[in-house]
């Protein structure tokens, strides 16, 4: 498991197929900075809430210079049945064999009805247009996540 990241670490690039199979890069440089968050399995109860908050928040967090990137195991099927579902106009990247989410730190031990397993925690990294880490966030919680990122963000002053 890698270490977590912390404020000011270089984010690992990455290029990843979305739910259509299209590549999509990290791109530091693009002047805009990328809320990059990793999330357990689409169509869940909590990615689900997490997704459809993050959906119900992209044009602000767009207009306040953010783009959002949804990270998870899934199979790109498996994504593009659940961003039609949902109506989730951001990418859904698919990290089948979990190297970003390592790369990240978002993927480690975890404790479920007392079995301990390794799987992707749910995690949130903001990445600045330059490439640093300017936030990053680990075991967050699906409900309410987008919010307290929003404050944590100034967002909402």
Same mark, same amino acid.
């Given at each position: 498991? $890698? ?6 670490d ?5 290029? !990843?197929? *979305?739910? @259509? ?10 002047? /805009? /900075? ?6 357990? $399995? $689409?169509? @869940? ?7 459809? *908050?993050?959906?119900?928040? !992209? ?14 195991? *899934?199979?790109v $099927? ?5 961003? #039609?579902? #949902? ?8 990290? #089948? ?22 799987? !992707?925690? /749910? ?18 919680r ?10 944590? !963000?100034?967002? *909402?002053?």
């Amino acid at each position: 498991m $890698a270490d977590r990241l912390v404020t000011g670490d270089t984010a690992p690039a990455f290029t !990843l197929k *979305d739910s @259509t199979g299209k590549d999509i890069s990290l791109s530091p440089g693009n002047g /805009r /900075r990328t809320i990059v968050y990793f999330y357990p $399995a $689409a169509s @869940t109860p909590g990615c689900t809430k997490q997704a459809c *908050d993050f959906r119900d928040n !992209l044009a602000s967090l767009q207009s306040a210079g953010f783009d959002v990137l949804g990270i998870s195991p *899934d199979p790109v $099927a498996k994504l593009a049945k659940f961003a #039609e579902k #949902e109506s989730l106009s951001f990418p859904l990247l698919s990290d #089948e064999d979990h190297e970003v989410a390592e790369a990240y730190g978002a993927w480690g031990e975890k404790k479920n009805y007392g079995k301990t397993y390794e799987g !992707l925690i /749910r995690s949130t990294v903001v990445v600045g247009p330059d490439g640093k880490v300017s936030l990053a966030q680990y075991n967050v919680r699906a409900t309410g996540h987008v919010a307290k990122l929003r404050r944590d !963000l100034k967002l *909402d002053a």
